[in-house]
């Protein structure tokens, strides 16, 4: 096989027999791929089944802490998980230029791997396609999900469940995800620790899920940050959120960052956080699943639901100050996932 | 909103919000979208569940016969009927170059309505990336689905149903999709009536599985043309396939077009075409149920299976010789799905 991907591999032809054969299924072989039909068969034992798609067109493909084919992985993985589903299934649809070096791709295929394995999700469908040099950034990943829902947490991601007074925790520190891919983009700071936290959540939600009975929300904190998402569910639930600004967590590293270039990193996306919403009574439950988690050691109760000003989204300054949070109108930068 | 596509509605912030809301939901609007949650939850009443996902990269977006809308439904409804799946939900991710004007994606987004409501299916899930001017060729899409399996077809897919002496047709003419979409992008003939053939199979493939007893394979004809899909199904059974050149349906267009051009249309790929094997005995019922489809008319039955030559596939030709039906190596010409 060439070093280079050509138009060849990606026609249907041979060539893309063996791009499959040689590289994908060298990662991926599992026995719904063997199968080699149109569409992956998958048992179903529940009946309530998670589907969700996601396109990563992020740049640099390799950053710190992560690269395409993990992002691809766990972001998909995340949007299961947040809606109470246990990530079962993977497709990935890769969209690939011309002339993109195969150990670029192999590097990024075995990272999807290892990160599906990491997760235990299967990648059970594929599909490649080529375009022309120039017509693409060298490569684009869809991937899709499938996961089973038990009746139990059937209402967990519509936000209706949540309740006055529920308090609200992220998993760890905030921005870490997209002020890494800036700083790998543009090296603003050429010895930084900054590194993304693109993580797959999935069994530390479990755990929360598993372990306590009044968890009424979980949301990743992807594009558009703490802010956008507090926001989101702000409107879906018909209330407001009171959050303490001094009890979110930040890294020093994202708060030099974003002072020095002046980013609001509630605005910025995380790729391994999440936010988590429950009953009072259950909040030192819910603070010691998240601290004892490998993906929770930062975890904090960050606020909590309020009646008084619904759609909205208050900060108790470190100052002593009340201020709206807005909500961010367009990311700075494109890409980032 | 604006009437161009910029950075921002890829952002996750309000713009992004705004583009859901007043173009996808314009047109998508059900109860799974509307939940807002990260993946959909949809019910499942089946055991098997078939799982499938496509990239569309095809250029230009719209061609005679279609546009990349109506392909990213009708391929992958095609991918979830072949395996004996009713395709019931499908996911949607957009990638999008800056710049790209909103009228011709909101153009792409109708006709996908049209054909998920033609085809019976939901969009239920979806995402949407931007990417810088020049970083994608304006707009790429990728659809996931999910279809329910009868117990009596799971094994329609594997291809290990296929028996010595069963009939193989197809249900029209080939090379009609490559053939239009090159046509459209070099016009090579300015007033030709060349128009490709795409369309969601799904009701005339529940039609053969519902009247027949003896379906042992169907497939779609796509990339690698009929040759190519001979070859893979000849590998999958290790049996062989007798063809009757003269038997096989091509347009006067797509004729003149490849004799011309130096094409093969046996490895040119369809939009709305598939190989069906079945039992001898059951002959008359196929071509007759075929026939009678909108999408059958020009059906024939186009050979057997043998297994005097394992895994090859012979052409009886016109002029009374014999020859080995090579698979395709690679598409001559890139984005044609």
Redo the contacts between chains.
């Keep these: 096989m060439a070093n280079k991907i050509?138009?060849?591999?990606?026609?249907?032809?041979?060539?893309?027999q063996e791009l499959i054969q040689e590289l994908f299924m060298k990662y991926f072989d599992n026995q719904w791929l063997k199968?080699?039909?149109?569409?992956?068969?998958?048992?179903?034992?529940?009946?309530?089944?998670?589907?969700?798609?996601?396109?990563?067109?992020i740049n640099p493909l390799f950053f710190p802490g992560g690269d395409l084919g993990k992002l691809a992985v766990c972001g998909t993985v995340?949007?299961?998980a947040?809606?109470g589903?246990r990530p079962s299934?993977l497709?990935?649809?890769?969209?690939i230029e011309?002339g993109l070096s195969l150990e670029t791709l192999e590097n990024i295929v075995k990272s999807m791997k290892a990160e599906a394995d990491k997760a235990g999700v299967h990648i059970?469908?594929?599909?490649t396609?080529?375009?022309?040099k120039?017509?693409?950034?060298r490569l684009?990943i869809?991937t899709?999900?499938?996961?089973f829902?038990d009746e139990l947490h059937?209402n967990l991601?519509?936000g209706k469940l949540i309740t006055e007074g529920d308090r609200v925790w992220v998993n760890g520190t905030l921005g870490d995800h997209e002020a890494a891919i800036m700083n790998a983009r543009e090296a603003y700071f050429e010895n930084s620790r900054l590194e993304s936290d693109c993580a797959s959540l999935n069994g530390l939600i479990r755990e929360l899920l598993d372990r306590c009975n009044t968890i009424r929300f979980i949301?990743?904190i992807?594009?558009?940050g703490l802010a956008?998402i507090l926001h989101?569910v702000a409107g879906?639930s018909s209330l407001g959120f009171e959050i303490n600004e001094d009890k979110i967590p930040i890294s020093e590293g994202v708060q030099a960052f974003c002072e020095s270039l002046g980013y609001e990193p509630l605005h910025m996306?995380c790729e391994g956080k999440c936010i988590v919403i429950a009953d009072e009574s259950e909040a030192e439950r819910v603070a010691s699943i998240m601290k004892n988690h490998e993906f929770g050691k930062n975890a904090a109760q960050i606020g909590q639901i309020t009646k008084e000003h619904p759609g909205d989204v208050v900060l108790d300054t470190m100052i002593g100050g009340r201020r709206l949070l807005e909500?961010?109108?367009?990311?700075k930068v494109?890409?980032i996932?």
Aim: aromatic share 6%; glycine share 14%; net charge negative.
């Design positions: 050509e138009i060849g591999h990606g026609s249907g032809g041979l060539m893309t199968a080699e039909g149109d569409s992956a068969i998958v048992d179903s034992t529940h009946q309530k089944i998670a589907f969700t798609t996601d396109s990563y067109v995340n949007d299961l947040v809606t589903a299934y497709t990935a649809g890769f969209i011309e059970v469908a594929g599909d396609k080529v375009v022309e120039g017509q693409a950034d684009f869809n899709s999900g499938m996961g829902v059937k991601a519509n949301r990743d992807t594009r558009g956008g989101e879906m996306a909500p961010p109108r367009a990311a494109p890409r996932c």
